[in-house]
T-cell receptor
Framework: ETGVTQTPRHLVMGMTNKKSLKCEQHLGHNAMYWYKQSAKKPLELMFVYNFKEQTENNSVPSRFSPECPNSSHLFLHLHTLQPEDSALYLC??????????????FGQGTRLTVV | GQNIDQPTEMTATEGAIVQINCTYQTSGFNGLFWYQQHAGEAPTFLSYNVLDGLEEKGRFSSFLSRSKGYSYLLLKELQMKDSASYLCAEVDSNYQLIWGAGTKLIIKP
């Protein structure tokens, strides 16, 4: 139990589908993140939310749309994805942002395959 | 841009010691993290260094040299369960984490 829960664990979707990834944290943290992890590549930060406000958007294509209704929940809405978007999508949370010495707690990720 | 370099893969023997190196660019440094990630699992925090020197936590130790832009993770008395990827991440001047691609550590009996 990591304190950060992601659903679903696995997702296969067609390029015309619309789906959403969900993340929930029970740690009382103020900051939540979406990362993309591709094989043998560094983690790529996609979005950061601090106190429900988006503070970072690292040039992510508009086919990825985040939503943060409260400090405990984070969604990533997906539509018209491309096969190269297939990856492990990790959600994380930390006490605050930015806070350089605060560790991040990660969920187990959603393994996304776009066909 | 910032680059984090760490070996792609290492192999070690159960009971032995292994050192995983990480180099980073030194401008605007605000700390360095090590995370462990087992296959199919979430990355989990191992250590954070912001000052030079060695920090020990049980079988795992992390070292930092800011002047050299260099860190290492030292794992002693290796166990099979230590087989995992080890991720190095630098906190840059904008307080963003710059991640390495990870080192896959394979432990053999």
């Amino acid at each position: 139990e990591t304190g950060v829960t992601q659903t679903p664990r696995h997702l296969v979707m067609g390029m015309t589908n619309k789906k959403s990834l969900k993340c929930e944290q029970h740690l009382g943290h103020n900051a939540m993140y979406w990362y993309k992890q591709s094989a043998k590549k560094p983690l790529e930060l996609m979005f950061v939310y601090n106190f429900k406000e988006q503070t970072e958007n690292n040039s992510v294509p508009s086919r990825f749309s985040p939503e943060c209704p409260n400090s405990s929940h984070l969604f990533l809405h997906l539509h018209t994805l491309q096969p190269e978007d297939s990856a492990l999508y990790l959600c994380a949370s930390s006490q605050d942002w930015p806070d350089p010495n605060t560790e991040a707690f990660f969920g187990q990720g959603t393994r996304l395959t776009v066909v | 841009g910032q680059n984090i370099d760490q070996p792609t893969e290492m192999t070690a023997t159960e009971g032995a010691i292994v050192q995983i190196n990480c180099t980073y660019q030194t401008s605007g440094f605000n700390g360095l993290f090590w995370y462990q990630q087992h296959a199919g699992e979430a990355p989990t925090f191992l250590s954070y260094n912001v000052l030079d020197g060695l920090e020990e936590k049980g079988r795992f130790s992390s070292f930092l040299s800011r002047s050299k832009g260099y860190s290492y993770l030292l794992l002693k008395e290796l166990q099979m369960k230590d087989s995992a990827s080890y991720l190095c991440a630098e906190v840059d001047s904008n307080y963003q984490l710059i991640w390495g691609a990870g080192t896959k550590l394979i432990i053999k009996p």
